[in-house]
């Protein structure tokens, strides 16, 4: 079992900055891929930006050159650093571990307001 909590959400306006922090508990060592997945009112959950099995981060088009993830190994924590905001990134903002099933934490709400 994998626990996760997020933290770091909030309200920011357009072109601001925020910084998502997600911290893993429990079987850790058999976290393979670790990152974040966004869900917008009334949209599907999408990658934002992940940790693949291999280490490298991968992104959405969207977001390249503007978020960066980023982690800490001895803290087991993963970051977010999300710059230049835009009004249609509102949503909830999930951390996400899999090992050989997926884990999610309970979210953490991002508001950019224009």
């Known amino acids: 079992q994998v626990q996760l909590v997020e933290s770091g959400g909030g309200l920011v306006q357009a072109g601001g900055s925020l910084r998502l922090s997600c911290a893993a508990s429990?079987?850790?060592?058999?976290?393979?891929?670790m990152g974040w997945y966004r869900q917008g009112p009334g949209l599907q959950r999408e990658l934002v930006a992940e940790?693949?099995?291999?280490?490298?981060?991968n992104y959405a088009d969207s977001v390249k050159g503007r978020f960066t993830i980023s982690r800490d190994n001895a803290k087991n924590t993963v970051y977010l650093q999300m710059n230049s905001l835009k009004p249609e990134e509102t949503g909830v903002y999930y951390c996400?571990?899999?090992?050989?099933?997926?884990?999610w934490g309970q979210g953490t709400q991002v508001t950019v307001s224009s």
């Open positions: 940790f693949s099995t291999a280490g490298t981060p």
């Open positions: 996400s571990a899999v090992t050989y099933i997926r884990y």
């Open positions: 429990g079987s850790t060592s058999n976290i393979n891929a």
